[in-house]
């Protein structure tokens, strides 16, 4: 197994643009979460699916994020339109349930950077 | 207020050294406690899992401990390696839905 794989490692955008991470969790797992990572303020849990259902998306900061799974093998996070506070790491990753018994895998995550 | 706290921020130390990694909860009702490592560039890695009637587990050159009177954990990394060099992150998890709650890190630096 490849592991979770997320597209693209990098993203760098102008404020105000459309910007879409990519997510591929690893076949199996029926949970996925969607995570920002930041210097201030470590990980925090955007959204997370199950069955390619969204269960909690109270982390998702604003309007301008949304998520979607359409199905169990891809999942999007867009921000539309982006800005510089937007900056940070974005991880996905993917788990066998909510996380207490068998953790999470995360992928490598994609560095967004709003000029 | 559920919160996961770690100390130090950050840490250098020589290859060869060991060091502990401390981590404090408030989390109730507990569940389990992870450390997971954080290369440079990459996703967190779980390295062990404690629940709480567990007091030690080793995973090689790591040890980890868990006091779950006192909510307090610890990470002990035996004769340091350069490629320990990352962050180490606290999460406990609630047993309600299984919540998880993440410490900001502790950065190791090993220096040859």
């Known amino acids: 197994d490849a592991g979770v794989i997320q597209s693209p490692r990098h993203e760098v955008t102008e404020m105000g643009q459309e910007v879409t991470l990519r997510c591929k969790p690893i076949s199996g797992h029926d949970y996925l979460f969607w995570y920002r990572q930041t210097m201030m303020r470590g990980l925090e849990l955007l959204i997370y699916f199950n069955n390619n259902v969204p269960i909690d998306d109270s982390g998702m900061p604003e309007d301008r994020f949304s998520a979607k799974m359409p199905n169990a093998s891809f999942s999007t996070l867009k921000i539309q339109p982006s800005e510089p506070r937007d900056s940070a790491v974005y991880f996905c990753?993917?788990?066998?349930?909510?996380?207490?018994?068998?953790?999470?895998?995360f992928g490598s995550g994609t560095r967004l950077t709003v000029v | 207020k559920n919160q996961v706290e770690q100390s130090p921020q950050s840490l250098i130390i020589l290859e060869g050294k060991n060091c502990t990694l401390q981590c404090n909860y408030t989390v109730s009702p507990f569940s389990n406690l992870r450390w997971y490592k954080q290369d440079t560039g990459r996703g967190p890695v779980s390295l062990t899992i404690?629940?709480?009637?567990?007091n030690t587990k080793s995973n090689g050159r790591y040890t980890a401990t868990l006091d779950a009177d006192t909510k307090q954990s610890s990470l002990h990394i035996t004769a340091s390696q350069l490629s320990d060099s990352a962050s180490y992150i606290c999460v406990v998890s609630v047993n309600t839905l299984g919540r998880l709650y993440f410490g900001r890190g502790t950065q190791l630096t090993v220096w040859p």
């Open positions: 404690m629940t709480f009637s567990e």
């Open positions: 990753a993917s788990s066998y349930d909510r996380g207490a018994n068998y953790g999470y895998t």
